[in-house]
């Protein structure tokens, strides 16, 4: 299907905007990267054009992917919508946490506004989470993600902005509880972590999160809720032990330590074979999925709450 996006600016060129940038070029996409290093870039992918300023001719999508800071992102918003003033170029925000409502509060073209969140590595992770703007209509999400699909992504699509998109949230709500754990003494980050692969994440590999609730039955499902949703920790604040942990300097596995020791590894090999098997999971997935009967069609929330 004709989205009417045939030509994409990537803003920025680290990792992320790298990655990004050959995943358009390599679908065929008349691809063009903005990057103060232009000169000193050489590892453009195959049909791309690097620029130090902006084309003369409007893209029809541009997707910023500069520094976390509001201001920083507001600044090159700023920039596209002066430079074309009245195209109808798509300005989407390469962010994973900062609020869209916030983000696009000074844009004259609002409407056209949208959030992207691809996931490391870029290049290869399939799921790509497509979000509306403060005044996005949902026919730009999907026209967006149309065009995703055609760089080999499997985007989710969501109408309205919230901070944190989807997986973030989910992924914040299950660690906010870990954190409380270790805190508290109850487990280690180990036994989370092994409690995560043996059974968490399999699990969630063959039924989701929601559908096997659906499968396993409701009803205690809900007798549950009713008294461990309680207990869970609700504080509404960023874990402390966590925030002190990068005070001092415990950042992870760059940095040696964090809530593992990492002293002596290779972090490079480590992220690499992680994102191999990442893929080898993947590819497994896609092989055993082609042999199950298909999958029933979801309600909608206003279906689910109306009876």
Known sequence: MDTGIESVLVYGYGVMGRAVARTFAGAGF??????????????????????????????????????????????????????????????????????????????????????????????????????????????????????????????????????????????????????????AGVATAAEIDQAARGLLGPRMCITGLVQQKDISGLAIHAHAQRSIVPALHHDRRPNPMLQAMVSRGETGAAAGRGFYDWAGCDVNALRERSSARLGDLMRFLDESAHAEAPLPQARRGEDLISG
């Open 30 to 183: 008349r691809t063009f990267v903005k990057s103060r290093r232009t000169l000193a870039l050489d590892d453009l992918p195959g049909g791309a054009v690097a620029l130090d300023r902006l084309p003369a001719r409007a893209p029809d999508l541009v997707i910023e992917l500069v520094a976390e800071d509001v201001l920083i992102k507001q600044a090159v918003f700023a920039e596209i919508e002066a430079a074309y003033p009245e195209a109808q170029v798509v300005i989407a925000t390469g962010t994973s946490g900062l609020d869209l409502i916030e983000l696009g509060a000074h844009l004259r073209t609002p409407a056209r506004f949208i959030g992207l969140h691809y996931f490391m590595p870029a290049e290869t992770s399939r799921i790509v989470e497509v979000m509306a703007g403060a005044a996005a209509p949902r026919a730009l999400v999907d026209r967006v993600a149309m065009a995703l699909e055609r760089t080999g992504k499997e985007p989710v699509r969501l109408y309205q902005p919230t901070i944190g998109f989807l997986v973030n949230r989910l992924q914040h709500a299950l660690l906010h509880e870990a954190y409380a754990l270790i805190e």
